[in-house]
């Protein structure tokens, strides 16, 4: 009779064994299958230089927000006026360098 314990004991470990077949047809298909549906060559858009990443955007997003804050802190109000007047200046000044 065994007596309860708190200690578990390990086990007798049983070999488990499952035979594979190798079948040369089936392997040669299943590859062609995945580099088919890995291939992006259907899929694929030609502008890809031009789109930013989202990680890009996030770091983009954050500077502008503690730009501002630091801003605020330091100018006050006259930040939030200053930086859309700053903007449409550069506009305008690169407006005039195309004509």
Same mark, same amino acid.
């Given at each position: 009779?065994?007596?309860?314990?708190?200690?578990?004991?390990?086990?007798?470990?049983?070999?488990?064994?499952?035979?594979?077949?190798?079948?040369?047809?089936?392997?040669?298909?299943?590859?062609?299958?995945?580099?088919?549906?890995?291939?992006k060559k259907y899929?694929?858009?030609?502008?890809?230089?031009?789109?930013?990443?989202?990680?890009?955007?996030?770091? =983009?997003?954050? $500077?502008?927000?503690? *730009?501002? &804050?630091?801003?605020?802190?330091?100018a006050g109000n +006259? =930040?939030?006026? $200053?930086?859309?007047? *700053?903007? &449409?200046?550069?506009?305008?000044?690169?407006?005039? +360098?195309?004509?």
């Amino acid at each position: 009779m065994k007596l309860p314990s708190f200690i578990r004991l390990p086990n007798n470990r049983k070999f488990k064994f499952s035979p594979r077949h190798y079948d040369p047809v089936k392997d040669d298909i299943d590859q062609r299958v995945s580099g088919i549906k890995n291939s992006k060559k259907y899929f694929s858009r030609s502008k890809k230089s031009e789109q930013l990443s989202s990680s890009k955007l996030q770091i =983009i997003i954050a $500077f502008f927000l503690s *730009f501002f &804050i630091f801003g605020w802190l330091y100018a006050g109000n +006259k =930040i939030f006026i $200053f930086v859309p007047l *700053f903007c &449409i200046w550069l506009l305008y000044k690169n407006f005039i +360098k195309k004509k």
